[in-house]
């Protein structure tokens, strides 16, 4: 990542990404997403915010197939 910090956290710019979407997104398309605003960040930073919306049941990571992951809002009852 960049050494200034960015206005918007990493895990909002993810949750809003998501929301805009208004469904599930590859894994890959949101690193794509997340480079557009942030520049350069490692897939290790990526699953390290969606690791800490998934343990705060704000997101779902499934794996679609091999090597695929897709992320999406968490349903909200």
């Known amino acids: ?16 990404t998501l929301e805009k979407k208004k469904s599930m997104i590859d894994k890959d398309e949101l690193l794509k997403e997340v480079k557009e605003k942030y520049g350069e960040i490692s897939f290790k930073e990526l699953n390290n915010a969606l690791l800490k919306l998934e343990i705060l049941g704000l997101i779902k990571v499934s794996r679609l197939m091999k090597g695929k992951r897709v992320v999406e809002l968490a349903k909200t009852s």
Do not use: A
């Open 1 to 16: 990542m960049n050494k200034i910090w960015p206005s918007t956290p990493l895990t909002l710019f993810i949750i809003e």
